[in-house]
């Protein structure tokens, strides 16, 4: 009889990775580099220094080191809430009727109930060894507010969040979580800042977007002494301090004797499918395995399955690197979604890199068919999963239902990004059937692209 697979495979404490891995130090084609705003050459360390602290600007461009040492503080307190269970997903399983193997990694164990956390905690710790006062930074639907915060507070930092204004209305309950973590909350856009107050005067009643929150954080960290910007995905180095998620799985599967055959992840900015793949993309790129993997992003904002591939700014405000990857262009605003986490215009350079090679594959699902699947999810498997973790439910469902028709047992694996219970006001909409699909047409992305830099060949 086949050895049975246990629900939950954890790692020892003596088996948790002590190193990051960098992905960019093995692929062929390198992600393109930032370009300094004002010069359009490519960013230096200095010239990130007075925005990102220095140790995490070394990291944003190191493309050749494979793998970076794990600090022992930050091993610490990974232990306080990793390994995350790397679980197979019987009960989905039996549900679906499929002959397919599902696993999942869960990520919402934690206060801030996502993956963020990883790289908050990396940041944070940065900070303080450079003996910095405190950290500035954005947050949409709340998540890496929270993810830094607590942070922060462990190493005794000051954080300054800019939420977006519409979630700082309808998230009261994050707020209150950042608040009771010691950050100060403002709303963006706010008359704290130039840009904000620019933003202000040019859209009266705007109710905020990500871009223009991380304008205003970036602001306030050059302007005050001792104080650096920090963020919670796109960047490369995000994507590094992820690779634990895709770290421990690997050793997980091996520990069970397991191989998935395809991998599933959300993508908003990429880190959580970038740190996912990593270690697996890896074996793909040097030859010795082959995996497919698959991106799912909303279809109110598909940067990857609609957008360009090009040079763009990172916020609304311009004042960022401007990074070569997919984008719908920093001026497109994506209908009201309730996946907070996936409405940004840009994508990772390091997976935008890999997808236009090829390496990787991306699909876009309506907002509808993804609440179906958390449901569904969520009716056997236990966890409320949050909207942004769901995209990857409903994709690894679909590839589990196609295997029913072949009769194949394909492996499936997906990341389970993080915990909605924060997420009820979107459930409510479509428990209520009030939950709309708005898909962008091709004139709305229009007036995005209209808005690319003219530096793109
Ligand atoms: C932020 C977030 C995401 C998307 O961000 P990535 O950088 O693309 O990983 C996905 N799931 C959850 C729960 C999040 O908080």
């Known amino acids: 009889m086949e050895k049975k697979i246990p629900y939950k495979t954890y790692l020892e404490e003596s088996e948790m990775p002590k190193q990051w891995y960098n992905v960019r130090a093995d692929m062929k084609n390198k992600p393109a580099p930032l370009l300094n705003p004002a010069t359009l050459k490519p960013m230096t360390v200095k010239d990130l220094e007075p925005v990102f602290c220095t140790e995490l600007a070394k990291q944003e461009l190191d493309d050749t080191s494979a793998y970076i040492d794990i600090p022992e503080e930050i091993q610490e307190f990974y232990k306080m809430y990793r390994p995350s269970p790397l679980v197979r997903a019987y009960c989905l399983e039996k549900a679906l009727g499929t002959p397919a193997k599902i696993y999942y990694k869960f990520e919402g164990n934690n206060t801030s109930g996502s993956h963020k956390l990883n790289s908050a905690i990396a940041q944070a710790y940065y900070a303080k060894q450079q003996g910095l006062k405190g950290v500035t930074t954005e947050t949409g639907a709340g998540q890496w507010g929270t993810a830094l915060s607590m942070a922060c507070s462990y190493f005794g930092l000051d954080c300054k969040v800019f939420m977006v204004k519409c979630s700082y209305e309808q998230k009261p309950f994050r707020r209150e979580v950042m608040r009771t973590y010691g950050a100060n909350v403002t709303p963006s856009p706010s008359t704290t800042t130039e840009v904000g107050k620019k933003i202000l005067a040019e859209h009266p009643g705007t109710t905020g977007s990500l871009g223009c929150a991380i304008s205003e954080a970036v602001e306030v960290a050059t302007n005050t002494e001792g104080y650096r910007y920090v963020l919670g995905s796109v960047l490369s180095q995000v994507l590094l301090h992820q690779s634990i998620i895709g770290l421990e799985s690997k050793s997980a599967f091996d520990k069970i004797g397991e191989k998935p055959d395809i991998i599933i992840g959300c993508a908003g900015g990429g880190s959580n499918l970038g740190g996912l793949i990593s270690p697996f993309m890896r074996e793909k790129i040097l030859g010795e395995s082959d995996y497919r993997f698959i991106a799912v992003e909303p279809a109110s904002c598909p940067s990857f399955t609609r957008g360009r591939f090009a040079y763009d700014f990172c916020d609304t405000g311009k004042v960022c690197p ?53 449901q569904q999810f969520a009716r056997v498997e236990g966890i409320l999963p949050a909207p942004e973790s769901s995209h990857a439910i409903k994709v690894a469902i679909n590839e589990a239902l196609k295997c029913k028709e072949t009769g194949e047992s394909k492996t499936i694996f997906f990341g389970l990004t993080g915990t909605g219970y924060f997420d009820m006001f979107a459930y409510q909409k479509f428990n209520d059937g009030e939950m709309s699909d708005y898909i962008p047409t091709d004139e709305d992305l229009a007036v995005g692209f209209a808005g690319l830099p003219d530096i793109n060949l």
């Open 322 to 374: 401007l990074s070569k990857m997919y984008t719908l262009g920093s001026g497109f605003i994506p209908s009201s979604n309730h996946a907070g986490g996936l409405r940004y215009h840009g994508m990772s350079s390091t997976l935008s890199q890999l997808y236009h090679d090829g390496y990787m594959e991306a699909v876009s699902v309506e907002q509808t068919s993804v609440f179906a699947a958390a």
